[in-house]
Structures are given as C-alpha cells and as structure tokens.
C-alpha cells in the first residue's frame, strides 16, 4: 500500500475525533486543506477536489480509505474508526500538525450540516455554483485551489475574476442570512433534488 498525504490526514482525524462519518471525514479534510491553503499557499494532500452532490470530495476518498480498513481505520455501521494494526504513523511538520489540531478543535464537534454549510460558503464551492447558476458549462469537475488567492501569494490567484470575492466563514459564525443563502444556492445549483434530501437531519 502506498502512504499518500491523504492517507495520513484521514488516520490522523480519526484518531483525534473518535468514531465519525464519512461525509463528516471528507468535509473535515477539505475544511482542513482549504484553509491551509488560504493561510500558506500550499495544499496539505494535493489531493484533487471533485464537485459532489454533498460539497467537495478529494477524487480518491474512497479507494484510499478501503486500503486502510482492517489497519489504521476500521468502516461500521456508517462510521470510520481508528483501526486496531496501523501500519504506519502520520508524519506532518509542526506547522501542519498545529494548523490541522486548530481545525480539529474548530470544526470537530460540529454536525455534518454545519460542516457542509462551510464548505458551501469557501470560496471554491461559491465559484463553483455561481457557474452552474450562470449556465456555463464547467470544463471539468474538479476544484482547484490554486484558482484562488491565499495569504501566502499576497494577491488573486490568476484565473480568478474580481467578482469572486466571498471569504470562509465558520459554522459559529454563521448568520441567518448565511444559512439561507447557501440553502437558496442549494435550490438553484440542484434543481432535481430538494434540500430537504440532501441534507442530514441529525448531528452526528
């Protein structure tokens, strides 16, 4: 089995937060590698982020995690936990590991609907649905962070029109006002599918 950056992120999730979904993991890790990109520039995993019904997925989420079942993570009943044989230990610089610890104390004991309104709120799933609402015909399927300015670049991304100009905002931080717009872009990027549908109605 090849150790991805991936791979090591999920393991090192679920060994801080416990039993979790794997909706909650994935939104867990774009949270995490999009704001370290935001702060440094860099993504975490270089992992390549697809545009899904339920908010950004990485391409690979689901073949990478199969590869650690019955070693660093153990799949039942829905949850992902931390697996009883690891065969290797998550390896990230202190940078890393203090950015994805902060994170973790930020978003951990959020719902899955809370973290699945802050990925709709970044700046990359904004873009995105102002495509689709716009009736453009996206060239592929993918997010990539690099369209998108970061602290680390001192300016916009190149690639990035000026008008795409929404900020991340923390499921705390949401207002009223959040909430239904992102509920409103919900209706209108999936026309065949009600909210209602697609959201969890329980914290997990």
């Known amino acids: 089995m090849k150790v991805t950056r ?26 995490i590698e999009w704001g370290f990109y935001r702060e440094h520039g860099v993504q975490l995993t270089k992992a390549y982020y697809m545009r899904e019904r339920r908010g950004p997925v990485p391409a690979t989420f689901g073949s990478e995690l199969e590869e650690m079942v019955g070693f660093e993570l153990v799949m039942n009943r829905g949850l992902v936990t931390h697996g009883p044989r690891p065969r290797f230990e998550p390896r990230f610089m202190e940078i890393e590991r203090s950015f994805i610890d902060a994170s973790l104390q930020r978003y951990r004991h959020r719902s899955e609907r809370d973290l699945l309104l802050a990925t709709y709120l970044s700046e990359p799933m904004k873009a995105v649905l102002k495509e689709e609402r716009s009736g453009a015909t996206r060239k592929h399927e993918g997010i990539r962070f ?32 959040d909430t239904t717009a992102v509920m409103e872009s919900f209706v209108q990027a999936l026309p065949l599918m009600s909210t209602a549908q697609v959201l969890p109605s329980d914290d997990q």
């Open 146 to 177: 690099q369209r998108f300015p970061s602290k680390a670049h001192g300016s916009r991304a190149h690639g990035v029109s000026e008008s795409v100009d929404f900020e991340l905002v923390a499921p705390q931080e949401m207002t009223d006002d």
């Open 6 to 31: 991936l791979k090591e992120l999920a393991a090192y999730i679920v060994s801080k937060t416990g039993p979790v979904s794997q909706l909650k993991l994935a939104k867990l890790i774009y949270l």
